[in-house]
């Protein structure tokens, strides 16, 4: 008898096992932007990311909205376990109903990927900076500047040089999370800027941080300000980059493979 219960057991644990193994990570791509700018961008920002989410054999499910509404229902957002905020500005949510169930959800355990225009999100809500790391306080013209990397063992960085030349928009932020990681500064030597004394100044020194993770209340959270263009989101250094925030947000899940599904909202 107690070699039929041990062996139940054990079968019970191989199901239990095999069932969470092929439990399919599932990730929302959100993109929301209200009245102000709204980036060109986002159409090839989402079409990357469900490209990783089908790379190197991943068998992650991606939904795509724009539509606030999708945080009304607590229970649906808890389903996922990232969710990637793809070039999101202004209000991001519509009533304070939906970012409570954004707040919980990352109260909960839940991971965040901030991309590019995702700062300048919720510019009223201090929570949401915390979040995310910071907040946005503007940009010189678009050009050339030097990115240095401080994390060169983040899967996020590990494939660049030591300094990555990139043209983007540098954005400078404030509000910042003393619990981020700072993973890639840019070189405000190299940024040609009439206002930079007034801010940034030399607050940073000569370096502004420019992409980050944390672990913060309760969440895992990774932030890149790079990726104005649609070019960018063709890029192979900036996939890879964009690729490894994805996994460090999902952390163990990371592992999981196969094909995926993608999902239209």
């Not at 990570?25 to 932007?33: A, D, K, V």
């Not at 063992?153 to 981020?180: G, K």
Request: net charge negative; glycine share 8%.
């Amino acid at each position: 008898m107690k070699k039929r219960i041990l062996a139940g057991l054990l079968i019970l644990t191989v199901i239990c096992t095999a069932q969470a193994l092929t439990a399919n990570p599932h990730i929302l791509i959100y993109t929301r932007n209200s009245q102000g700018y709204i980036h060109d961008n986002i159409p090839a920002c989402v079409e990357c990311v469900k490209a990783i989410c089908r790379a190197n054999g991943w068998t992650f499910e991606t939904t795509a909205v724009d539509d606030s509404s999708i945080f009304n229902d607590a229970e649906k957002i808890a389903s996922f376990d990232v969710l990637v905020f793809a070039n999101t500005n202004n209000d991001a949510f519509e009533n304070d109903q939906q970012r409570e169930v954004f707040q919980q959800y990352i109260r909960s355990g839940g991971g965040f990927v901030g991309i590019h225009s995702a700062c300048g999100s919720e510019r009223n809500w201090p929570w949401f900076w915390a979040n995310l790391g910071g907040k946005f306080v503007r940009h010189p013209p678009f050009q050339k500047f030097d990115v240095v990397v401080i994390d060169k063992t983040h899967c996020s960085t590990v494939h660049l040089p030591a300094v990555w030349q990139w043209e983007d928009e540098f954005y400078y932020m404030n509000e910042l999370n003393p619990r981020i990681k700072i993973l890639l500064a840019g070189d405000l030597r190299t940024v040609e800027d009439n206002q930079k004394d007034r801010y940034p100044g030399r607050v940073f020194g000569d370096y502004f941080p420019l992409a980050w993770c944390q672990e913060f209340d309760g969440g895992r959270q990774w932030y890149t300000a790079l990726g104005h263009k649609i070019e960018h989101y063709q890029d192979p250094d900036f996939i890879k980059h964009l690729e490894g925030g994805i996994r460090w947000a999902l952390g163990d899940k990371a592992s999981q493979n196969s094909t995926v599904e993608n999902k239209e909202q």
